[in-house]
Every structure is written in C-alpha cells, then in structure tokens.
C-alpha cells in the first residue's frame, strides 16, 4: 500500500495558462475524490469518480475545471486559463468503497500546491 | 445544508497539558464524523472516526473523541499533549449515504495547534 501519489507537488504557472495535476489513488481503490484547499480554510469538495465515472461535480468546479479517470485508475484534474483565485492546494483522494456502518476511511495525498502569478 | 463548526481557530497548550479541539456539528440525521491533522505542507492523515458504533472513539496518536448526539459535538481530546502534536486539526462530516451528495466530506476551517514547551 503506497499511498494517494500526487503530482507535481508544486506548480507556479502564469495566469491564463493550463495546468494538469494527476493522482495515483490506492491500489483497488474504486472511489476517488478532488478537494482544494485555500488558506486557512478547511478543504472544499470539488469532485468524485466511482471507477472511471464521474458521479458528482461541486459547484466550485467551474466550467474551466476537468477532471477524468479514463480507465479507472490514476485521475487528472486540468485548469484552463489558470486565474489567481485558482492558488490553492488540490487534495485527491481515494476510498474503498462507499460507507456503510463500516465507514470506510477516505485516504489523503499530500497535495498539489498551485500558485498563479 | 451540512455543517462542521471548530471553535477557535487556534489553540495552545503547554506541553504536557490537556488538549481539547472543538467540533459541533448541524444534523436531524445521525453522522459520520471524522478528525483529521495536517502537518505543515502535507495532506490529511485520519486520526479516528464515528461511525455510529461506540460513542467513544479511539485514534491513533493517543487522541479520542465523544460523539454527544444531545450537544452535536465531537470534540477532540489527548490527555497529554507533546511537541509533535503541533499541526492543524479538521473535523469532518458525512451526513446520508445515498443521493447526491452522499459522499462528499465537508470540512470545518481547521484549529491550529500550537505546544509551548
């Protein structure tokens, strides 16, 4: 068990280019999630596969967001024409499954941090 | 609308003393709730979790917490706190299991804390 592998882990990209960020989930894990977080805030949900599904998008996801799992493994999150309120660092995560009484554990990779000057 | 509220958005203690983070929640329907801790640049590592089984949750690192359905809180606590306890401290909720929705953390804005030797 390696870990939710994110990279790169740091991207400083000029406003108005593309930035893509990819996440390797946890072996087997069917479930993978997008988060961002800002500074002194909590992390945000943005968005949620189930295998190579994408079931449910927030609103935060904008229309210059994507995100794909093509064959149900590792995931790309792509920004188009990067804005400054972009900086943040996006989370990407992955569980086993869904949660039931057993709660399944939604596991963390250590984060890209994007930086838009 | 789901939500998670820490109270104070940073905490200190001396080492050695008691830690006690805050977390109440806004629900009608039982919760899982989670805690999660975030060292400086990296994700978030769980630390425990409810998942309606024991009201009284033990996590790793020697922290728990009580899930008080009466008071909808679910604070955290170590009865000695240590240097290497110093980092940022989330409280997490998921509320129903099924519909949109059913699977997206929602995250309170984080206490920071900080261990004075």
């Known amino acids: 068990d390696t870990g939710v592998s994110q990279d790169p882990r740091h991207k400083i990209t000029k406003r108005g280019q593309n930035v893509t960020f990819r996440c390797d989930p946890i072996?087997?894990?069917?479930?993978l999630y997008w988060y961002r977080q800002t500074l002194g805030q909590g992390p945000e949900f943005l968005t949620y596969f189930q295998n190579e599904a994408q079931l449910e998008k927030s609103r935060l996801l904008s229309d210059r967001f994507s995100a794909e799992r093509p064959k149900g493994s590792f995931s790309t999150l792509e920004i188009q024409r990067t804005e400054q309120g972009d900086s943040a660092m996006y989370l990407c995560?992955?569980?086993?499954?869904?949660?039931?009484?057993?709660?399944?554990?939604?596991?963390f990779g250590e984060g890209s941090w994007l930086t838009v000057v | 609308a789901q939500s998670v509220t820490q109270l104070g958005s940073h905490v200190s203690v001396s080492e050695g003393a008691l830690v006690l983070l805050r977390c109440n929640y806004s629900s009608s329907v039982p919760p899982y709730l989670f805690w999660y801790v975030q060292y400086p640049n990296q994700g978030l590592q769980l630390l425990l979790k409810?998942?309606?089984?024991?009201?009284l949750v033990k996590g790793i690192n020697g922290f728990e917490a009580e899930f008080k359905k009466s008071e909808t809180s679910f604070h955290l606590t170590k009865p000695s706190a240590h240097m290497s306890d110093a980092a940022e401290y989330f409280c997490a909720v998921i509320y129903s299991y099924s519909g949109a929705g059913s699977y997206q953390l929602t995250f309170g804005k984080g206490t920071k804390l900080s261990v004075i030797p």
């Open positions: 995560a992955s569980s086993p499954g869904g949660f039931g009484r057993s709660g399944n554990t939604i596991y």
């Open positions: 072996s087997e894990h069917n479930r």
């Open positions: 409810y998942t309606s089984a024991a009201t």
